[in-house]
């Protein structure tokens, strides 16, 4: 089983791939992982990545080159934009959440590698610049909006629910459609 869970900055994508990794014995692994890992390398942050990114297509076409790598296995889920669209046979989950739910989760999470979050309302801001840099690129370099639901198999808001919640309507899905 293939699993390509994709969704808006601070929607739990990481948490709940990870906890469906483990629930289903999977190996897990996260695109954030890899960018965090550029950026680190570069001794930039993540905002700045993006940045580059949007000029500098190697930056993607190194993060896409992991990920269709992983056709090669047999189980495993990712967290990632874009793995939807590398891994067209996967089962497809978007996790969307609002701005202002996303701010709160990344901003108390205190991720060490985005000193740039200073306050609430700035890491929300670093949010919205993110999505929007994001979906620029991925439109220009892919012609596609990973925020468009029809891309995917389950949507699930993350807004108002806690990971036991959103991992139970996951694992229903996959259940019922006998993945």
């Known amino acids: 089983m293939q699993i390509t869970i994709s969704g808006n900055l601070g929607s739990g994508k990481s ?22 890992q550029l950026a680190k390398n570069r001794e930039i942050s993540l905002l700045e990545l993006s940045k580059i990114a949007e ?3 190697s930056v993607d076409e190194e993060l896409d080159n992991m990920t269709k790598n ?17 891994l067209p046979e996967s089962l497809k989950i978007f996790l969307k ?3 202002d739910v996303a701010a709160q989760r990344i901003f108390k999470d205190n991720r060490d590698r985005e000193k740039e979050n200073i306050s609430l309302e700035q890491t929300k801001q ?4 993110r999505t929007e840099s994001e979906k620029k690129r991925y439109q220009e370099y892919y ?8 891309n995917y198999d389950l949507v699930v808001d993350t807004s108002d629910k806690d990971t036991g919640e959103i991992i139970n309507i996951i694992v229903e899905y996959i259940e019922n459609k006998n993945v």
């Open 126 to 129: 670093n949010i919205i610049t």
């Open 143 to 150: 012609g596609l909006d990973y925020t468009n639901e029809q």
């Open 97 to 99: 959440v609002t701005y």
């Open 55 to 57: 000029e500098d297509k």
């Open 70 to 86: 992983l056709r090669k296995q047999d189980d495993f889920v990712i967290d990632s934009r874009l793995a939807f669209h590398f």
């Open 15 to 36: 948490t709940i791939a990870k906890l469906l990794a483990k629930k289903y014995d999977l190996k897990h692994y996260s695109v954030g992982d890899f960018m965090r």
